[in-house]
T-cell receptor, first 116, second 115 residues
Framework: AQKITQTQPGMFVQEKEAVTLDCTYDTSDPSYGLFWYKQPSSGEMIFLIYQGSYDQQNATEGRYSLNFQKARKSANLVISASQLGDSAMYFCAMREGRRTGNQFYFGTGTSLTVIP | DSGVTQTPKHLITATGQRVTLRCSPR?????VYWYQQSLDQGLQFLIQ???????AKGNILERFSAQQFPDLHSELNLSSLELGDSALYFC??????????????FGPGTRLTVL
């Protein structure tokens, strides 16, 4: 089974509107971290936001927020007030457990296009 | 700038050749991860090192090998290159302290083209 599933290969959003990028995950470990990364056309991977499995509140970083629904095993990224510079690939990732050796699992990504 | 450096930025070589990609992690980060990103395969985890020791192995071919040196920089060696090895190779580092889900910081990548 896939550890991270991103079901939206491509999304479009009007500038200044909000958009939600979906991510579901699969783990039996009660302790895990969830991450979102942005990859613009230039290629670099930029860390956006993180949510720990024991965090009580949804994470927020500026215009980014993570809608964490633990029972549904979903960790959707919400981008508010979209800007043209938000056009990029977005990857959801998970790290299980807190030991130093645990690897990260990445989804297949969602391509977001912001329309002026 | 993530603080992770990778060299070279671009590499063009021929099939059958061998190349070495280099990565320097952020200051203080002990863990280094290597990923391959190609158009049809997405982001594939290759291998992870922590403080010089191999910690996790993903979809890394036998023709590929890596190591992490005492100064914590890492090298990814790709040999007997094939056309299908053309991809963007990322290195990422993480402080990887136990008890935290430390995020990874990615380098700018090395774009490998095999002709």
């Amino acid at each position: 089974a896939q550890k991270i599933t991103q079901t939206q290969p491509g999304m479009f959003v009007q500038e200044k509107e909000a958009v939600t990028l979906d991510c579901t995950y699969d783990t039996s470990d009660p302790s895990y971290g969830l991450f979102w990364y942005k990859q613009p056309s230039s290629g670099e991977m930029i860390f956006l936001i993180y949510q720990g499995s024991y965090d009580q509140q949804n994470a927020t970083e500026g215009r980014y927020s993570l809608n964490f629904q633990k029972a549904r095993k979903s960790a959707n990224l919400v981008i508010s007030a979209s800007q043209l510079g938000d056009s990029a690939m977005y990857f959801c990732a998970m790290r299980e457990g807190r030991r130093t050796g645990n690897q990260f699992y990445f989804g297949t990504g969602t391509s977001l296009t912001v329309i002026p | 700038d993530s603080g992770v450096t990778q060299t070279p930025k671009h590499l063009i070589t021929a099939t059958g050749q061998r190349v070495t990609l280099r990565c320097s992690p952020r200051s203080g980060d002990l863990s280094v991860y290597w990923y391959q990103q190609s158009l049809d395969q997405g982001l594939q985890f290759l291998i992870q090192y922590y403080n010089g020791e191999e910690r996790a192995k993903g979809n890394i071919l036998e023709r590929f090998s890596a190591q992490q040196f005492p100064d914590l920089h890492s090298e990814l060696n790709l040999s007997s290159l094939e056309l299908g090895d053309s991809a963007l190779y990322f290195c990422a580092s993480s402080v990887a302290k136990a008890g935290r889900y430390n995020e990874q910081f990615f380098g700018p990548g090395t774009r490998l083209t095999v002709l």
